[in-house]
């Protein structure tokens, strides 16, 4: 088993609770004395047994998830994605492609008819909100469908789609018709519309989030208390699943207090004990009212992550260590909530598989800086990747976010570069991808079905307790390969020595590598700043490989049967 997600965090925290600083510390890491006689000495130990089939891999857990850039993404001439930016979208090789509508402050003011139809015949899908008018522009859920379906046809597997729904200022009549129109025939009164639209055939949206962090909003969108939105939760649910039975409705579950203040900003990333129903309540908490009211007909509880604000606020060791000392905890805890409030045997064990359609090492919020996308963010969402393999309870999970029309159009307030993996040109002729998507082109190299058992031992820990490396190993099951991703979350190198058990591999496999300075990503003016490395690298029953400090590691294994 992959030791660290529950053996080493019980371990380590138990002893060094020391809690966490908000300045950032000068020089970074700060291990603790076995730690730092450890550091980079080959006592630090991986074995890997390929005769223990821990999981399968769901390959959605590679997901990224749209924003900003919808519109120009689409080749509105041509009614395709732009054949370049497809080619960058199939090196992520994810099963989860969505999500629309887009930040919170859109889904909650989004109306979806307003973008269907001729495009001139369009209208403001966000009458209230107009921060993002510019950027998202009026292509809309027709596009976003087209979209899933050339991705489908293009990696030749039924990739999962999502949308969320806005709960806050819209209705369940809408989402009910939204639901019709996305996946109802063409017999259907939406769904005759959407043949009337070009597209005879459903899209089939598998799953449907009941808004975007509807615990707050910015830019006064409204906010919901527990009681309110788990009513919305049930009213909203029957109405879209009389449309459709087979769709998926996940509702929200708070992982975070976060209402945009500089006092909130700084909890990211930490363990809640749950958001009350009310505010000031002591009665019961958000989830648990979600649960008793619609427990019965939803299918899945999604939560949202991001572990700090920024790097000016939070320390190194704090945003690293945030996976296991706030993320984790917080999905323990929703399992026991599901299985105290779930109203029914069935129910428990259906609401115990969770859903992430987002999340950030690093958020990005104020002050805007643009290390979630760089080095810093990469190795930090590197991190929660392992996390995510090591579990049998997470459905699917998308990072925050996939694409961005940059450095035009102006927005007020920048925020793309703090989020997104591709930045492209407004006509389409050419598109970069940051740190964070070569991170991910290498977790999609290194993807294989199924996860294999990995211990870790004698592993330096920062003083938070978290060890510093995280080590995934994924293998075809049949002996045919064998590969391992290697996290190094510090920054100093480490050189581990990794033993194989039950699989002999050609002595030749490849080595791939993510690495640099943690504000190391790619801007038009350096775009080749961080690239995913690739070389020939000699393995055998044992051997080292040395990783560098803030890095990103795959070795790819062909078994020599």
């Avoid at 497809?86 to 969505?98: H, I, P, Q, Y």
């Avoid at 819209?170 to 017999?187: F, I």
């Avoid at 307790?465 to 002996?479: E, F, K």
Wanted: net charge neutral; proline share 5%.
């Amino acid at each position: 088993m992959h030791k660290i997600s529950r053996r080493l965090f019980l371990k380590y925290s138990a002893g060094a609770m020391l809690g966490y600083t908000v300045q950032a510390r000068e020089g970074g890491i700060s291990e603790t004395d076995a730690g730092r006689k450890q550091m980079g000495q080959s006592d630090l130990y991986i074995s890997i047994d390929n005769e223990k089939i821990e999981r399968d891999a769901r390959r959605s857990l590679l997901g990224e998830g749209l924003i900003f850039g919808l519109s120009y993404m689409w080749d509105e001439k041509n009614q395709c994605m732009w054949p370049r930016l497809m080619a960058m979208l199939k090196e992520l090789d994810a099963d989860f492609f969505g999500h629309l509508g887009g930040p919170g402050m859109w889904v909650h003011d989004y109306h979806w008819k307003n973008c269907i139809g001729p495009m001139e015949k369009r209208r403001d899908p966000t009458p209230r909100l107009h921060v993002f008018d510019d950027v998202n522009g009026k292509a809309g859920t027709h596009e976003y469908g087209l979209m899933l379906e050339e991705y489908r046809n293009a990696m030749g597997r039924d990739a999962l789609g999502s949308i969320q729904v806005n709960i806050m200022t819209g209705t369940a009549g809408d989402a009910a018709d939204w639901v019709e129109y996305m996946n109802g025939s063409s017999h259907t009164r939406w769904g005759a519309i959407r043949s009337e639209n070009g597209h005879r055939e459903p899209f089939n949206v598998q799953y449907w989030e009941l808004g975007n962090q509807p615990h707050f909003t910015f830019a006064n969108m409204g906010r919901l208390t527990g009681v309110e939105y788990a009513e919305r939760v049930r009213e909203f649910t029957t109405a879209m699943k009389e449309r459709d039975p087979t769709i998926k409705v996940a509702a929200y579950m708070p992982f975070f207090a976060f209402d945009s203040t500089v006092a909130e900003a700084i909890k990211l990333g930490s363990a809640i004990d749950g958001i009350p129903g009310k505010p000031g309540s002591d009665g019961p908490t958000w989830t648990e009212l979600v649960l008793r009211e619609s427990g019965n007909i939803i299918d899945a509880l999604g939560f949202h992550w991001y572990g700090a604000a920024n790097s000016r606020v939070h320390s190194h060791e704090y945003i690293m260590s945030s996976a296991y000392k706030g993320l984790l905890p917080n999905i323990e805890r929703a399992r026991r909530v599901v299985a105290e409030f779930a109203p029914s045997d069935e129910s428990r064990e259906r609401l115990g598989r969770f859903v992430c359609p987002e999340y950030g090492g690093i958020s990005g919020n104020s002050p805007i800086g643009e290390t979630a996308t760089a080095i810093y963010g990469s190795v930090a969402n590197s991190r929660l990747l392992h996390l995510f393999f090591s579990r049998d309870d997470i459905l699917y999970a998308a990072r925050f976010g996939l694409f961005a029309p940059y450095p035009e159009p102006k927005m007020i307030r920048e925020m793309r570069t703090a989020y997104v993996a591709i930045h492209g040109r407004l006509d389409g002729s050419d598109f970069l991808g940051t740190a964070a998507y070569e991170m991910k082109r290498l977790w999609a190299k290194a993807y294989q079905p199924k996860v294999m058992s990995v211990d870790i031992d004698r592993c330096p820990c920062f003083s938070t307790g978290i060890p510093v490396l995280d080590a995934t190993a994924l293998g075809s099951g049949d002996g045919k390969a064998l590969n391992l991703v290697l996290t190094n979350t510090s920054q100093k190198a480490l050189l581990p020595k990794v033993s194989l058990n039950g699989f002999r591999s050609k002595p030749i496999a490849e080595r791939l590598l993510v690495c640099g300075d943690l504000n190391d990503d790619n801007r038009w003016d350096d775009r080749s700043n961080v690239l995913l490395q690739t070389e020939e690298f000699s393995v055998g029953n044992e051997f080292k490989i040395k990783l560098p400090p803030n890095s990103i590691n795959a070795v790819l294994m062909k078994g020599d049967k």
